[in-house]
């Protein structure tokens, strides 16, 4: 069974810019949810789909949005990108918001923005 | 805010004896807690984890603990091996919203041969 899949691995832009990562669940799994980690700072939840919808948000500006299709695979958005958007962004699935249902985390996309 | 700490952003210990990781919290709302291992270059891969209805999970070389009246919760790995290096994460949730987890910033462990 594969795991999740982020893509892509590296990213490398400049302020301004915006960019887009994406996120394949395993398969089965409805439920994505985006962090990201920072050096020193753990991580940081951003936001979580489940059936398309947003279900819960993390405190982060206005600039990080995301959607997921209905094949659960999500995508999350940074538009006008500063230098401290720099940073590991990972996605994390599992089946549904149920209880002690754990995440599974794929690899994350490493954005450095210069 | 930060509702769950990691206060001990490293530790070193030998080959074969115990590693003791410690995380605290401050939310009484959180009552599932987990703990990730994270290598770099890799994703988080889970670990054990613990509901607030127990006080000792355990699983092969990993024990976790959890003290509700202190918001505490401590990781024991016992015996340590050199594999075992790596960030270790605590993370909460309340049980409902397993989808959102609260993590602490990360303790590096380094287990020498």
């Known amino acids: 069974k594969a795991g999740v899949t982020q893509t892509p691995r590296y990213l490398i832009k400049t302020r301004g810019q915006q960019v887009t990562l994406s996120c394949s669940p395993i398969s089965g799994h409805r439920s994505v949810s985006w962090y990201q980690q920072t050096p020193g700072q753990g991580l940081q939840f951003l936001f979580e789909y489940f059936s398309e919808t947003q279900r819960n948000k993390g405190n982060f500006p206005g600039r990080f949005s995301g959607r997921q299709f209905s094949n659960s695979r999500s995508e999350m958005n940074v538009s006008t990108l500063e230098l401290g958007d720099s940073a590991l962004y990972l996605c994390a699935s599992n089946r549904g918001p149920a209880t002690n249902e754990k995440l599974f985390f794929g690899s994350g996309t490493q954005l450095s923005v210069l | 805010d930060q509702q769950v700490k990691q206060n001990s952003p490293s530790l070193s210990v030998q080959e074969g004896r115990i590693s003791i990781l410690n995380c605290d919290y401050t939310?009484?709302?959180?009552?599932?807690f987990l703990w990730y291992k994270k290598y770099p270059a890799e994703g988080p891969t889970f670990l054990i984890s613990i509901s607030s209805i127990k006080d000792k999970n355990e699983d092969g070389r990993f024990t976790v603990f959890l003290n509700k009246s202190a918001k505490h919760l401590s990781l024991h790995i016992v015996p340590s091996q050199p594999g075992d290096s790596a960030v270790y994460f605590c993370?909460?949730?309340?049980?409902?919203?397993?989808?959102?987890?609260?993590f602490g910033q990360g303790t590096t462990l380094q287990v020498k041969p």
């Open positions: 993370a909460a949730s309340p049980s409902t919203d397993t989808g959102k987890l609260i």
């Open positions: 939310n009484s709302m959180f009552d599932y």
